[in-house]
């Protein structure tokens, strides 16, 4: 095997690239029916969310516009430290929109129970989540998510998105990773 192939730092496939494109599908259609008349603000969770973000914003039909926040709350390793840090904040000011945040993942929820309420404080019409992921057994904290792509167990993932020490992160499918790789 070519010793650059990163399949060999991998366990499993999680979800294929046809199963992504049919989730963010049904994500889309879904999303566009309950903002039916309303402009909505997509923000993207950098970095992890963009591939979600790119495929998502391009299935809606609604009149969307984008804004990006960065927030870090893993650094490089596999766990949270629950210390969520604003690294980018958005450019758009939220009074009276409908703001849809886009995440890759919601592990522990820490992050997005964080930025939900301080996005919450900077007066919108409404905020709601859309998450590709979500790993239910790894919950810290209770939130309302209206729109989850899948329920993922509760291992380390990587792909379309999401990394570990910044690698996997373009891989078009998601995958368990091999513990050789991180242990
Ligand atoms: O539910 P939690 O346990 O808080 O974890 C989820 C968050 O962690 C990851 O981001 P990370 O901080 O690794 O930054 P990244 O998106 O740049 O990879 C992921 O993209 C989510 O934002
Ligand atoms: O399982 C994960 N993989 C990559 N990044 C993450 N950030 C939170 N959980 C994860
Ligand atoms: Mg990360």
Redesign the pocket.
Known sequence: MDSNDVSADLAHVLYTKEEIDAKVAELAAQIDKDYEGRDLLVVG?????VMIMADLARALHSHVTMDWMA????GSGTT?SGVVRILKDLDTDLMGKHVLIV??????????SWLKSNLVSRGPASVEICTLLRKPE?AKVKMDVKYVGFDCPNEFVVGYG??FSEKYRNLDFIGTLAPHVYQ
């Open positions: 969770v950098l970095k992890g969310a927030v870090s709350s893993y949270s995440e890759d993942i919601i592990d522990s929820g820490l992050t997005l790894a999401l990394d």
